[in-house]
Nanobody, 114 residues
Framework: QVQLVESGGGLVQPGGSLTLSCVAS????????MGWYRQAPGKQRELVAS???????NYADSVKGRFTISRDNVKNTGYLQMNSLKPDDTAVYYC????????WGQGTQVTVSS
C-alpha cells in the first residue's frame, strides 16, 4: 500500500494562500481517486476535494472557487492550492484515497488567524 505524507501547512492571515503537498512512497497512479480531507477541533473529518487519476475534480461547497486540487502522477505528488483562506478553514489536513483506506498520516496543520 502506498504511504502518503502531507506537508505545507502553517499559520496564515485571512485572505492568504497556502499550497499543501502529499508525497507518495510509491506510484500514485495506483490511487484511482485521491482526496484531501480536513478535521477541525471538535468536528468530524470531512472531504474537501478529490481528483481522479484522469484529472476530474470535485470540491466541497465550502471551498469551491477557492481551493484547487491537482496531482502529478510522474512526481507521485498531490497538491491542494488554497486561496482566500478563512478562519473556518483552520484544521488538520490529510490526503488519502477516496473513499479513504488504510491508516491516516499525521496530516498538516493549517491555521488561519490574524
Amino acid at each position: 500500500q502506498v504511504q502518503l505524507v502531507e506537508s505545507g501547512g502553517g499559520l496564515v492571515q485571512p485572505g492568504g494562500s497556502l499550497t499543501l503537498s502529499c508525497v507518495a512512497s510509491g506510484s500514485i497512479f495506483s490511487i484511482r481517486v485521491m482526496g484531501w480531507y480536513r478535521q477541525a477541533p471538535g468536528k468530524q473529518r470531512e472531504l474537501v476535494a478529490s481528483i481522479t487519476r484522469g484529472g476530474n475534480t470535485n470540491y466541497a461547497d465550502s471551498v469551491k472557487g477557492r481551493f484547487t486540487i491537482s496531482r502529478d502522477n510522474v512526481k507521485n505528488t498531490g497538491y491542494l492550492q488554497m486561496n482566500s483562506l478563512k478562519p473556518d478553514d483552520t484544521a488538520v489536513y490529510y490526503c488519502n484515497n477516496h473513499p479513504p483506506c488504510g491508516s491516516w498520516g499525521q496530516g498538516t496543520q493549517v491555521t488561519v488567524s490574524s
